[in-house]
């Protein structure tokens, strides 16, 4: 079974510009999750998608944006990038099912190391 | 609100030593569940352990054990007989009875030889 995955792994950009990573789930899970990991720093949460849909945000600007498609897969969307925005980028997917008392864990992609110069 | 707060920016250990990790969590669900990941320096992160709200044991996966503490809401992370490998990024995670994650900022554990 394919884990999540990410794509591109690596990716430079200069400011101002504008970053597309992409995260496909583990074949079954409906729920996706992005976080920023700034060097040497902790997860910092981004964004929940579920069903297609935002469930959640982090405290980040608008224009960290993303979407969930009908396959689940996802994407992240950066504009006007500032220095700053360099991190490593993680998504995780989990099979959320209200209502259980076991839960999931969320199963993590290699990440997008995002560079802007 | 949910938090998770890892109050030991690093640590040492002596290789084959003990070595707990320490996790505070905070929430106003009753079912809830709690995880710890390990983070090498390669960035991958790794699932480690996980405890169910609702289990009265502590949960183990091999050298690794989750002191569970539900009144207190801690879920320390034991690693026994610690091993170079060891050396890592270690993060506390709770998911919420809304399905979401939360994770602490992480515990840097350093094995010394």
């Known amino acids: 079974e394919a884990g999540v995955t990410q794509s591109p792994t690596h990716l430079i950009k200069t400011r101002g510009q504008q970053a597309t990573l992409r995260c496909s789930p583990i074949s079954g899970h409906t729920s996706v999750y992005w976080y920023q990991q700034a060097l040497g720093l902790g997860l910092q949460f981004l964004l929940w998608?579920?069903?297609?849909?935002?469930?959640n945000r982090g405290n980040f600007p608008p224009r960290f944006s993303g979407r969930q498609f009908p396959n689940y897969s996802s994407e992240l969307n950066v504009n006007a990038l500032e220095l700053e925005d360099s991190a490593l980028y993680l998504c995780?997917?989990?099979?959320?099912?209200?209502?259980?008392?076991?839960?999931?864990?969320?199963?993590f992609g290699q990440g997008t190391r995002l560079t802007v110069v | 609100a949910q938090k998770i707060t890892q109050t030991q920016p690093g640590m040492f250990v002596q290789e084959k030593e003990a070595v707990t990790l320490d996790c505070t969590y905070d929430t106003s669900d009753q079912s809830y569940g709690l995880f710890w990941y390990k983070q090498p320096s390669s960035g991958e992160m790794i699932f480690l352990i996980y405890q169910g709200s609702y289990d009265e044991q502590n949960a183990t996966e091999g050298r690794y054990s989750l002191n569970f503490q539900k009144a207190r809401k801690s879920a320390n992370l034991v690693i026994s007989a610690s091993q170079l490998g060891d050396s890592a990024m270690y993060f506390c995670?709770?998911?919420?009875?809304?399905?979401?994650?939360?994770f602490g900022t992480g515990t840097s554990l350093t094995v010394i030889p």
């Open positions: 995780a997917s989990s099979n959320a099912v209200l209502g259980r008392k076991r839960y999931t864990e969320a199963f």
């Open positions: 998608y579920d069903e297609g849909e935002e469930r």
């Open positions: 995670a709770m998911e919420n009875w809304g399905n979401q994650f939360y």
